[in-house]
């Protein structure tokens, strides 16, 4: 599991040095699940601190490796779940994803990853980054497995009042294999972005002809406000996180700084050594956009234009069953490559955000690999609570391919 559930049985840290020594009094809804199914945490995995990050890069502790290339970042911010995944560490590990970080690390680890409707998985005993968007969900090498597991985590929580009251469905039982008649909506200028990488492109188009192959259409749908897809997640999800990570005080969890002479200077300090550069970042940027004067220029204006991302894919979703798109506009980039450029880092999630802006689910399914031998994904987003539909349209494509039986080298099958 990502290092980011509450557990009486592992330490919490959420890749921050805030963290350090934190033990919770009790399990995350998600944990009591996979317990009372008999399935064994076997321990927890490396992330980007709070969760803020598409490399993994910026955990307090270490640096998680891509199996493909232990050159190149794992992606992130679950990049040691798909990292232990791809390695065949374990069969499947949880993830949670608030702008992609399921589906992109799981993209550039060559394994599955599905990120579910919002409110599908309880967020009960989840560390919050940014609470409207935050979600959990399964890594493991096959739609099957991914719907097996989503099975086990499913479902209403009285614990959290945002997930919903109905039961889920039988996931695996829905995958038939059958996707003939299934219209899938590309939308306009996805498959060949400016600055996306034409292999990637190229692996994800060919993805598309074997679903057509196997009887699925293509329609083409317009998209048009997720152009503003960055500016808006990156405006939300730090005001979010700037309000979430308050807590952090040196008072209720973790780490407090020692030597303070008072207690404005133990927050501060605390708060200062306690966390990174990403997070600080973070709360600086949200803070400053939930502050009088421009809380209207910015977060209102973002809250705007995620409810018409919404209605954007609302408009898709009347003529088609799933879109679909590249999950990532390239593959892992190196170790080292973009940590001094925030920027270049955010711009990684260009696909995944949107389908968080407006709480769809999306899935990430292997579609093979650049010349260089790297992993490449195409992402399947569904209707909301159509996580049925998109995992029989990643298993049918699994069941006539073989990109997620291929293994790195040096891991055995
Ligand atoms: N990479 C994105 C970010 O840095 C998404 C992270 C996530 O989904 N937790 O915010």
């Given at each position: 599991?990502?290092?980011?559930?509450?557990?009486?049985?592992?330490?919490?840290?959420?890749?921050?040095?805030?963290?350090?020594?934190?033990?919770?009094p009790?399990?995350?809804?998600?944990?009591?699940?996979?317990?009372?199914?008999?399935?064994?945490?076997?321990?927890?995995t490396?992330?980007?601190?709070?969760?803020?990050?598409?490399?993994?890069?910026?955990?307090?502790?270490?640096?998680?490796?891509?199996?493909?290339?232990?050159?190149?970042?794992?992606?992130?911010?679950?990049?040691?779940?798909?990292?232990?995944?791809?390695?065949?560490?374990?069969?499947?590990?949880?993830?949670?994803?608030?702008?992609?970080?399921?589906?992109?690390?799981?993209?550039?680890?060559?394994?599955?990853?599905?990120?579910?409707?919002?409110?599908?998985?309880?967020?009960?005993?989840?560390?919050?980054?940014?609470?409207?968007?935050?979600?959990?969900?399964?890594?493991?090498?096959?739609?099957?497995?991914?719907?097996?597991?989503?099975?086990?985590?499913?479902?209403?929580?009285?614990?959290?009042?945002?997930?919903?009251?109905?039961?889920?469905?039988?996931?695996?039982?829905?995958?038939?294999?059958?996707?003939?008649g299934?219209?899938?909506?590309?939308?306009?200028?996805?498959?060949?972005?400016?600055?996306?990488?034409?292999?990637?492109?190229?692996?994800?188009?060919?993805?598309l002809?074997?679903?057509?192959?196997?009887?699925?259409k293509?329609?083409?749908?317009?998209?048009?406000?997720?152009?503003?897809g960055?500016?808006?997640?990156?405006?939300?999800?730090?005001?979010?996180?700037?309000?979430?990570?308050?807590?952090?005080?040196?008072?209720?969890?973790?780490?407090?700084?020692?030597?303070?002479?008072?207690?404005?200077?133990?927050?501060?300090?605390?708060?200062?050594?306690?966390?990174?550069?990403?997070?600080?970042?973070?709360?600086?940027?949200?803070t400053?956009?939930?502050?009088?004067g421009?809380?209207?220029?910015?977060?209102?204006?973002?809250?705007?234009?995620?409810?018409?991302?919404?209605?954007?894919?609302?408009?898709?979703?009347e003529?088609?069953?799933?879109?679909?798109m590249?999950?990532?506009?390239?593959?892992?980039?190196?170790?080292?490559?973009?940590?001094?450029?925030?920027l270049?880092?955010?711009?990684?999630?260009?696909?995944?955000?949107?389908?968080?802006?407006?709480?769809?689910?999306?899935?990430?399914?292997?579609?093979?690999?650049?010349?260089?031998?790297l992993?490449?994904?195409?992402?399947?987003?569904?209707?909301?609570?159509?996580?049925?539909?998109?995992?029989?349209?990643?298993?049918?494509?699994?069941?006539?391919?073989?990109?997620?039986?291929?293994?790195?080298?040096?891991?055995?099958?």
């Open positions: 599991m990502k290092d980011i559930f509450a557990s009486r049985e592992f330490e919490t840290h959420c890749g921050s040095r805030i963290l350090a020594g934190f033990r919770a009790y399990d995350a809804t998600v944990l009591r699940r996979l317990a009372e199914a008999g399935l064994v945490v076997v321990g927890s490396n992330m980007d601190e709070f969760a803020m990050g598409s490399s993994t890069e910026n955990s307090a502790f270490q640096v998680t490796h891509n199996p493909w290339d232990p050159a190149r970042i794992p992606g992130g911010s679950s990049g040691g779940s798909a990292a232990a995944v791809a390695a065949r560490m374990v069969p499947a590990a949880l993830g949670t994803d608030t702008g992609g970080s399921i589906r992109q690390p799981a993209a550039l680890c060559g394994v599955v990853g599905i990120k579910p409707t919002y409110g599908r998985v309880s967020r009960y005993g989840l560390v919050a980054f940014a609470s409207s968007l935050d979600q959990v969900g399964p890594i493991a090498r096959s739609c099957a497995d991914a719907a097996l597991l989503l099975g086990v985590l499913a479902g209403h929580d009285p614990r959290d009042a945002t997930s919903y009251p109905q039961p889920a469905p039988n996931f695996v039982a829905a995958l038939t294999g059958e996707v003939s299934l219209r899938i909506g590309l939308p306009r200028g996805f498959f060949d972005g400016a600055g996306a990488d034409p292999e990637t492109m190229a692996a994800a188009r060919e993805a002809s074997t679903l057509q192959g196997l009887g699925a293509t329609v083409p749908v317009e998209l048009p406000n997720s152009a503003h960055i500016a808006t997640y990156y405006l939300i999800c730090t005001a979010e996180a700037s309000s979430n990570l308050s807590r952090y005080d040196g008072v209720k969890y973790g780490f407090r700084a020692p030597a303070a002479a008072t207690l404005d200077e133990m927050y501060e300090r605390t708060r200062s050594e306690g966390f990174g550069a990403e997070v600080k970042r973070r709360i600086l940027l949200g400053y956009v939930l502050s009088a421009y809380y209207d220029a910015y977060y209102r204006k973002a809250q705007q234009v995620r409810t018409l991302i919404r209605a954007d894919f609302a408009r898709a979703f003529s088609c069953d799933l879109v679909a590249p999950t990532t506009p390239g593959p892992a980039w190196r170790i080292g490559e973009r940590v001094d450029d925030p270049a880092m955010y711009l990684a999630d260009v696909y995944t955000v949107t389908a968080n802006l407006a709480g769809l689910p999306g899935l990430s399914v292997p579609c093979g690999f650049t010349r260089a031998g992993p490449v994904g195409l992402q399947l987003i569904g209707r909301p609570l159509d996580e049925v539909t998109v995992l029989r349209a990643g298993d049918a494509y699994q069941r006539h391919t073989d990109f997620h039986e291929r293994v790195p080298q040096g891991v055995a099958r």
